[in-house]
């Protein structure tokens, strides 16, 4: 089978013919019909993060947005970014199984979608309803369940006030999800072309923070929450300095380096400040469910797998409209 492998950080992918994985017990073949490109990926590759470095193994199958068909039995089914969780520790008996230390993500620690076949458990691929074909479903799996559970954890209520700062990947498909539940959206980004999005996608104001920070006019327009998308310190710092008194701060985007934040914003507002990793199994399902019922979408280009390493180039410079969504 083709897949596209990382060999050394820092280099590019290397197209291969590989033999098609044997599932093991407990274990499931997929046919990979579709494979989002996640920033987190380039990040991988790159050799950007020492934690996920320590944690991948090389060679490496990247690829934990997958979306595919199980061979035995036709059912379609995505596999999320955690790939497997141990069941037994406080997190995973507690519900919130995301947080396990023992869990093994996809396309990290074991190989994922960017193939034509891959392996999971049976216990953690998660049937995709009706209503939403491979390339639909498959960024929901990574970029669509981080946005969902992210505003979950914020306590958003509906008729409140939120602010998304980012209009990529993630924050696209959070304002769709803002919206569908009774918010009242304004979009911040630094891409008029995002901005234009964002609109598309419902947000009911746009802030383009490219000129003056933003904070100002956010504070006048009143955000009880914001999330912030965005991989950038100076987003962070707008969002403190211009979310409500009281209000709440999702950390979500993760800069390259540590957030400095100004402390008087924060103790003064009494903010809350949360941060959302991915989401469990029933949160990826309620996500589907979610799409599937009201339309949200993910605004999706499709590209072969083979052009995985000019998509990364693409994903460097933040010339990508939504997600890219692979296919083998
Ligand atoms: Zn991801
Ligand atoms: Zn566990």
Redesign the pocket.
Known sequence: MNAAILEEYGRPLVMADRPKPEPGPGEVLLRVEAC?A????VHLADGDWEAMKKAAKLPLVMG??VAGVIEANNARVGVP?LGWSCGGCEYCRGGRESLCQKQKITGVMTDGGYAQYMVAPFTHVIRIPDGLNSSEAAPLM??GV?AYKAIKSSGLQRGQRVAVFGAGGLGHLAIQIARQLGAVVCAIDVHAAKLEMAKECGAHEVMDASGEAPEKALRAWGAEVAVVTAASVTAYRSAVKGVKRGGTVMVVGMPARDLELPVIPIVGGELRILGSA?GTRQDVRDMLALAARTGIRCHVETQPLEKVNDVFARLRTGDVMGRIVLTP
């Open positions: 989002g996640c920033h987190s990926d934990h947005e970014w990574c970029a981080t991915v």
